[in-house]
């Protein structure tokens, strides 16, 4: 396998883990998934140098985004703004009380 083979094939794996991770967590959006990997297969007749490269210098950009978008997402979350965090708390909460073997009560809501 060749050197261009090899980043072609590094480069779609991590657009893919993105688009499954950040965008098409759902089955409803497995359009996105099947658009890359459409991408990929019609242009995986290049021959041109320059063109390959610059095939895969886009998806690893767009990887890039859709990673930075979603840290950007986390740490909006995460410096409350202008979010409910009571939810995010509970999940927090929760979580530490289960990794010493306790479970938070259950809240009535009338």
Same mark, same amino acid.
């Given at each position: ?10 480069? *779609? ?7 499954? !991770? ?12 099947? *658009? ?7 242009? %995986? ?21 859709? !990673? ?10 995460? *410096? !409350? ?19 010493? %073997? ?5 809240? *009535?809501?009338?």
């Amino acid at each position: 396998m060749s050197a261009e083979a090899l980043q072609v094939a590094k480069a *779609y794996r991590h657009l893919l883990k993105a688009v499954k !991770n950040h965008v098409a967590k759902e089955e409803a959006k497995r359009h996105f998934r099947d *658009y890359v990997a459409e991408e990929f297969r019609n242009n %995986g007749k290049l021959s041109d140098l320059s063109a390959i490269q610059q095939k895969i210098k886009l998806a690893r950009d767009y990887t890039f985004l859709l !990673n930075s978008v979603h840290h950007h997402k986390d740490l909006l979350f995460s *410096y !409350n703004i202008a979010v409910d965090r009571s939810n995010e708390m509970k999940r927090v909460l929760g979580k530490s009380a289960a990794s010493v %073997g306790l479970q938070l009560p259950v809240v *009535y809501q009338p």
